[in-house]
Nanobody, 123 residues
């Protein structure tokens, strides 16, 4: 069974940084494409970034370009989301998810999800 566990969320002031982690187990990590999504209260879940199994990443949220990056550590089976210059509008629950095949902006293309980690940004 595939499991994804996020961590690293919390409260940060606007302009600050956080690094989220997503540990993936139950699968051959290097073969997986893993994405980060976020969902703010009252809003739909939206794609943020995804890293394909070949190591290349794709942005799904224009608002985070230049501020967020995604990376992975194959030895630790972990995908990271580095978030810099955080804004109040970045506040949401952040989820990582394993794509069924390749990265996609469509949530239905992801077969396994973590439980989420909340990010709060104070102004």
């Amino acid at each position: 069974q595939v499991h994804l566990v996020e961590s690293g969320g919390g409260l940060v002031q606007a302009g600050g940084s956080l690094r989220l982690s997503c540990v993936v187990s139950g699968t051959i990590f290097s073969l997986n494409s893993v994405g980060w999504y976020r969902q703010a209260p009252g809003k739909q879940r939206e794609g943020v970034l995804c890293i394909n199994n070949n190591g290349f990443s794709t942005y799904y949220a224009d608002s985070v370009k230049g501020r967020f990056t995604i990376s992975r550590d194959l030895a630790k089976n972990t995908v990271y989301l580095q978030m810099n210059s955080l804004k109040p509008e970045d506040a949401a629950v952040y989820y990582c998810a394993r794509a069924s095949y390749y990265c996609s902006g469509d949530t239905s293309r992801y077969s396994y999800w973590g439980q989420g980690t909340p990010v709060t940004v104070s102004s």
